[in-house]
Nanobody, 123 residues
Framework: QPQVVESGGGLVQPGGSLRLSCVVS????????MAWFRQAPGKEREGIAC???????IYYEVDVRERFTISKGNGTTVYLQMDSLRPEDTALYYC?????????????????WGQGTQVTVSS
């Protein structure tokens, strides 16, 4: 089964930028969905973006679409470039993958998760 590791979180001032990275290993599959979710205390896990070879990039929230960019790097690495960060972006950010062939905004669809990386936006 695959292993998922995300990194790149930290403390940033409003208006700043961060780039999150996610690496999936242990799979022989060439194509599979890779998604970013976030969860703030007291809130449900929220789908941010997802990417596959067939579907390209999918964004699940208009405001996020204007400020965040999901992209693939070398191998099974995916990035989430976050610009113009706001305090309301503060959350634990997760990377996830699934045995399905298509993306989904539902956390229930994803089988394999990283441990999360904390993003804190504060003055």
């Amino acid at each position: 089964q695959p292993q998922v590791v995300e990194s790149g979180g930290g403390l940033v001032q409003p208006g700043g930028s961060l780039r999150l990275s996610c690496v999936v290993s242990g799979w022989e599959r060439e194509y599979f969905p890779m998604a970013w979710f976030r969860q703030a205390p007291g809130k449900e896990r929220e789908g941010i973006a997802c990417i596959t070879g067939s579907e390209g990039s999918i964004y699940y929230e208009v405001d996020v679409r204007e400020r965040f960019t999901i992209s693939k790097g070398n191998g099974t690495t995916v990035y989430l470039q976050m610009d113009s960060l706001r305090p309301e972006d503060t959350a634990l950010y997760y990377c996830a993958t699934t045995e399905r062939w298509t993306c989904s905004r539902s956390a229930m669809v994803f089988n394999y998760w990283g441990q999360g990386t904390q993003v804190t936006v504060s003055s």
